[in-house]
């Protein structure tokens, strides 16, 4: 059976990232839980999916005046003690209605930021409650753009891992990264012992200077398994809308993903936000796990695609 990743905790139900979202993960059975991983000013580690706040938090309410030139409120420019400060919301959209509109409303709640080792101590007590081993799954966000503000990520999140026990590469943490330079950086010049993920996106998206047509080619794949131990690709990556618009066709990358020893983990499998192709939550599962025979989901909705994956006896 496929790993169940938990997409920024179960944030089909609760505000992404929040610590109830991650306990909830977790108890719905998430084998691996994701923390996105972004730096304060006074250097901590906390946990948000992006370098910018204004459209998770009340951050332009609670501190007008420390915005950037482009309107944007940065991590990067408040210091934990006032980052905490902050509630956490659903994510919304820059006129404040919410992206997912079925989810936890947008602007309620009374959840806050927290940082990477409140994350995982919350995890590892409730593996120790529950007597499961569910892993953790931190990406690096942006470390180019965090050197140009003064801070290396990648030296901090290594001695935070071994801190809690994460040291060998048989312990349950993998460790993405959208940039490839940062991959070989934690192999190489740091000794990263720990499992490694390539993500793969669009070049648009500008999450990196890698370039992901490339690594989807044989030759780029071949780069990638010289580093990583799997890939994390978009879902589209993977297959193609078939001309009936109902037989969806692989691509051929899981399968050449597999023949160099990459793991193939793709992202993000959404109930309330179907891809081209698919009428179902569960046809879309069972497709990505028995068609292509991917090694792992990352999943807003870790309990249904748990029980369709059972119920599909994968
Ligand atoms: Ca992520």
Same mark, same amino acid.
């Given at each position: 059976?496929?790993?169940?990743?938990?997409? !920024?905790?179960?944030?089909?139900?609760?505000?992404?990232?929040?610590?109830?979202?991650?306990?909830?993960?977790?108890?719905?059975?998430?084998?691996?839980?994701?923390?996105? $991983?972004?730096?304060?000013?006074?250097?901590?580690?906390?946990?948000?999916?992006?370098?910018?706040?204004?459209?998770?938090?009340?951050?332009? +309410?609670?501190?007008?005046? !420390?915005?950037?030139?482009?309107?944007?409120?940065?991590?990067?420019?408040?210091?934990?003690?006032?980052?905490?400060?902050?509630?956490?919301?659903?994510?919304?959209?820059?006129?404040?209605?919410?992206?997912?509109?079925?989810?936890?409303?947008?602007?309620?709640?009374?959840?806050?930021?927290?940082? *990477?080792?409140?994350?995982?101590?919350?995890?590892?007590?409730?593996?120790?409650?529950? !007597?499961? &081993? +569910?892993?953790?799954?931190?990406? $690096?966000?942006?470390?180019?753009?965090?050197?140009?503000?003064?801070?290396? /990520?990648?030296?901090?999140?290594?001695? &935070?891992?071994?801190?809690?026990?994460?040291?060998?590469?048989?312990?349950?943490?993998?460790?993405?990264?959208?940039?490839?330079?940062?991959?070989?950086? *934690?192999?190489?010049?740091?000794?990263?012992?720990?499992?490694?993920?390539?993500? /793969?996106?669009?070049?648009?998206?500008?999450?990196?200077?890698?370039?992901?047509? $490339? %690594?989807?080619?044989?030759?780029?794949?071949?780069?990638?398994?010289? +580093?990583?131990?799997?890939?994390?690709?978009? %879902?589209?990556? %993977?297959?193609?809308?078939?001309?009936?618009?109902?037989?969806?066709?692989?691509?051929?990358?899981?399968?050449?993903?597999?023949?160099?020893?990459?793991?193939?983990?793709?992202? +993000?499998?959404?109930?309330?936000?179907?891809?081209?192709?698919?009428?179902?939550?569960?046809?879309?599962?069972?497709?990505?796990?028995?068609?292509?025979?991917?090694?792992?989901?990352?999943?807003?909705?870790?309990?249904?695609?748990?029980? $369709?994956?059972?119920?599909?006896?994968?």
């Amino acid at each position: 059976m496929p790993l169940i990743i938990a997409h !920024r905790g179960a944030s089909g139900y609760l505000p992404e990232h929040t610590l109830p979202a991650k306990a909830m993960a977790h108890a719905m059975g998430a084998d691996y839980i994701e923390q996105d $991983i972004v730096a304060t000013r006074d250097d901590e580690l906390v946990v948000l999916h992006d370098i910018r706040l204004d459209r998770v938090t009340d951050v332009a +309410t609670k501190f007008p005046g !420390r915005r950037r030139d482009d309107d944007r409120y940065y991590a990067r420019d408040f210091d934990l003690v006032e980052l905490r400060t902050l509630n956490a919301w659903e994510r919304m959209n820059a006129d404040g209605s919410a992206v997912y509109a079925q989810r936890y409303p947008a602007q309620t709640g009374h959840f806050r930021v927290h940082t *990477l080792a409140e994350e995982i101590e919350l995890i590892q007590k409730l593996n120790n409650a529950t !007597r499961r &081993q +569910t892993g953790i799954y931190p990406e $690096i966000k942006r470390p180019a753009w965090h050197r140009e503000q003064g801070v290396d /990520i990648a030296p901090l999140l290594l001695t &935070q891992l071994a801190q809690y026990g994460y040291r060998n590469h048989d312990d349950p943490v993998f460790v993405q990264c959208f940039d490839d330079a940062e991959l070989r950086y *934690l192999r190489e010049d740091l000794g990263c012992p720990l499992k490694l993920v390539q993500l /793969i996106g669009e070049n648009q998206w500008q999450e990196a200077d890698t370039d992901y047509r $490339i %690594l989807r080619t044989a030759d780029g794949l071949k780069q990638v398994a010289a +580093t990583a131990d799997a890939i994390g690709p978009w %879902l589209s990556h %993977l297959y193609a809308v078939g001309h009936d618009g109902e037989n969806n066709v692989a691509t051929g990358l899981t399968q050449m993903a597999h023949d160099l020893g990459l793991a193939v983990h793709p992202y +993000t499998f959404r109930s309330d936000d179907l891809p081209a192709g698919f009428t179902t939550f569960d046809e879309l599962v069972l497709f990505f796990a028995l068609e292509l025979g991917v090694d792992a989901l990352f999943t807003d909705f870790p309990d249904t695609a748990r029980q $369709i994956l059972k119920d599909g006896r994968v």
